[in-house]
């Protein structure tokens, strides 16, 4: 069966500190991978998504990086963190090639940046 | 581009009765409907999808569709406090997209 992992769970960062978040998806192969982000009470906002290694589209222009350098790893990174950046990080993935229709998320991030 | 709107509530309603969750959307193209369900600091997890027109039935959820008017709802019968969640609509990516587009959920609270 598919899992996906994402660590840590939990996080605190001073103003100007990078960031890593990684995602790992298990049973499947050439899954599609996205990096969501939801501040408090508010819905879901796409930050990144990727189709294949290597291959990053960005929804959003921010500090904000993301990288694939495995068919199941995905990495979302910033040099130096910003208060905005607070909030609840999701990684999810869909059946690919295409879209599977479902997104399966992984148990999320939590980033407070003080 | 692709809207979908949910009220955000939050939506009160007492032990065992039937909560209402509804959703618009503006793509009249979309074939298929997901509900996701999420707790509080929890991710979101599919608990029903929708192709067509009418119910679909699951446990004490049924989802319709209404492809007509744009709008697809989710029952829940005899709530349950284990119930609160926000519930999340979502319609997935065509045109060869591959991004799905979120509503921004609905907050129900079931309470004893």
């Known amino acids: 069966s598919q899992t996906i992992h994402q660590w840590p769970a939990t996080l605190v960062q001073p103003v100007g500190s990078p960031l890593s978040l990684e995602c790992t998806v298990e049973?499947?192969?050439?899954?599609?991978l996205y990096w969501y982000r939801q501040a408090a009470g508010r819905g879901l906002q796409l930050l990144f998504y990727s189709v294949g290694i290597g291959q990053i589209s960005s929804e959003v222009p921010q500090n904000l990086s993301a990288s694939r350098p495995q068919d199941r790893q995905f990495i979302l990174s910033s040099k130096k963190l910003l208060l905005s950046d607070s909030g609840f990080y999701l990684c999810a993935w869909s059946v690919g090639p295409g879209f599977g229709g479902e997104l399966f998320f992984g148990e999320g991030s939590r980033l407070t940046v003080l | 581009q692709k809207e979908v709107e949910q009220n955000s509530g939050p939506l009160s309603v007492p032990e065992g009765a039937i909560a209402s969750l509804n959703c618009t959307y503006s793509?009249?193209?979309?074939?298929?409907f997901f509900w996701y369900r999420q707790y509080s600091g929890k991710s979101p997890e599919l608990i029903m999808f929708?192709?067509?027109?009418g119910d679909k039935e699951d446990g004490r959820f049924t989802a319709q569709l209404n492809k007509a008017s744009q709008y697809v709802s989710l029952l829940i019968r005899d709530s349950q406090p284990s119930d609160s969640a926000t519930y999340l609509c979502a319609v997935p990516p065509s045109g060869g997209s591959y991004i799905p587009t979120f509503g921004r959920g609905t907050s129900l609270i079931v309470h004893p």
């Open positions: 793509d009249r193209g979309s074939q298929s």
């Open positions: 929708i192709y067509s027109n």
């Open positions: 049973g499947t192969s050439n899954p599609n």
